[in-house]
Each structure stands twice: as structure tokens, then as C-alpha cells.
């Protein structure tokens, strides 16, 4: 089935003034507490824990308290904002004797572990232990994909605009506007890359109008939905 790519939207910015302004950090979220059946104690984090589309982010699975010469087996998921879940072949990693603590990363997206970052929102990873025995959900992280390379921006500074998920060299607009007036103060249309993304930045005027503004970013053409 296809579909028609309208538009991803982002709120961009409050350009900052030296009053205070309200920010969200955006925190890879851990989980360790409690050793498995199997024996250890399990981390995951998201580095990075924001990141734009078509950027990898790498998974790292921290091991304490783990059992010497032991063969460990490992699933990963990330499940995107439309709930869409996306799994890793199983990983392998043996531990010598004596050994307690080892780690081990898978990016996402990759060759390895296919997926699809080309939506907004926040993502959810996990890992199952497969071997030396079977416990679901170990640890869990999750990461924050985007449009732009921060959510808030100084006058003077540069604004990055990356998106991902079109046809190669499909004809993508991107526009820039205010929130409270729908004032425009960026417009570009350029091809895509043979791989989907489209970049764009925009340099903020030392004039500019304090305010949230509206990013889009919409394609023209149909996209096969892998999802």
C-alpha cells in the first residue's frame, strides 16, 4: 500500500532572551534493577538520546555481576512512535573466566538491524535474554528522533534541518514559519539524497522575532510504507 507524505512538523524554537526560558532535557531513560534468573544486572542507554532523522543511534548493553565462561545471547527491539516494532538478529557474547562485567552495542538502523527512524516522536528499546536463560525485558532506554538539531535557538545562531524516509531525489520543501503570525522566514526546495534525507538550515537573524515557529518539511511524490 502507499501513501502520500504531507508534512512532519516540529515546534523549533523559543529564541532565548536572558530571561529564563522553560526547557525539557531529553534523558536516554535506564533501566537496572534487578539481576535475572540468569545472573547479572542490565543497563541500556540510547547514545545519543536525541538525535535527527536518518542519523544512527547506538544501543549499549551494560553487563555487571555476570557469570565467567558463560555464553550470553541477546535480542534487541526499538519500537517507533506508531508502535511499530523492529527487532536485531540474536547477539552473541561469551564471557572468559573470571570475567563479571562486558558490554555490548547495536546501532540502529543499520545493515544488521533494519528499521526505519523517518518519524518523529520517541523511541522505545529493550532487550531480551535469550541464553544462558530466557528472560524477556531486561532493560529498556529509549531515544528522541527529530526534524531539527535542537529545540530551541539564539538570534545569530544556525538551525539544522534534517528528515528522512523519500524516494531518492524526490522534490522536498521545507519551510520555516512563526507560530503566532504564520509569518514565513525560510522557504527551500531541493532533491533528496540517493538515500532519502534531505538537509536544510536556516541562520537566524539578529532581528528575529522571539517566538516558537513551525518547521515543515513535505515531499511530492508517493513512498512505498515499509512499516
Excluded at 22 to 46: E, F, H, Q, R
Excluded at 104 to 122: H, I, M, N, R, Y
Excluded at 141 to 149: G, K, L
Excluded at 153 to 176: D, F, K, L, M, P
Aim: net charge neutral.
Amino acid at each position: 500500500m502507499k501513501h502520500v507524505r504531507v508534512a512532519r512538523l516540529a515546534l523549533l524554537l523559543a529564541l532565548v532572551t536572558l530571561s529564563p526560558v522553560l526547557s525539557i532535557d531529553l534523558v536516554s531513560k535506564v533501566n537496572a534493577c534487578c539481576p535475572t534468573p540468569g545472573g547479572g544486572y542490565y543497563s541500556l542507554t540510547s547514545v545519543p538520546a536525541s538525535t535527527q532523522e536518518g542519523n544512527t543511534v547506538n544501543l549499549v548493553l551494560t553487563v555487571t555481576s555476570a557469570s565467567g565462561g558463560t555464553l550470553y545471547q541477546f535480542r534487541f527491539f526499538v519500537k517507533n512512535p506508531a508502535s511499530v516494532i523492529f527487532q536485531s538478529p540474536l547477539e552473541n557474547y561469551t564471557t572468559l573466566i573470571g570475567q563479571s562485567q562486558f558490554s555490548k552495542s547495536v546501532a540502529f538502523p543499520s545493515t544488521s538491524f533494519a528499521g526505519s527512524d523517518s518519524l518523529l516522536g520517541q523511541f522505545a528499546a529493550s532487550v531480551d535474554l535469550v541464553s544462558p536463560i530466557a528472560s524477556p525485558n531486561v532493560a529498556s532506554s529509549s531515544f528522541f528522533v527529530n526534524i531539527v538539531d535542537s529545540s530551541e535557538h539564539e538570534r545569530t545562531q544556525t538551525v539544522t534541518i534534517q528528515a528522512s524516509g523519500y524516494n531518492a531525489s524526490e522534490s522536498v520543501s521545507v519551510s520555516i514559519r512563526t507560530q503566532t503570525t504564520s509569518t514565513l522566514v525560510f522557504s527551500q526546495t531541493s532533491p533528496a539524497s540517493l538515500v532519502g534525507v534531505v538537509t536544510a538550515s536556516w541562520k537566524i537573524p539578529v532581528n528575529a522575532t522571539i517566538d516558537s515557529y513551525m518547521v515543515t518539511v513535505s515531499g511530492t511524490r508517493h513512498f512505498q510504507d515499509s512499516a
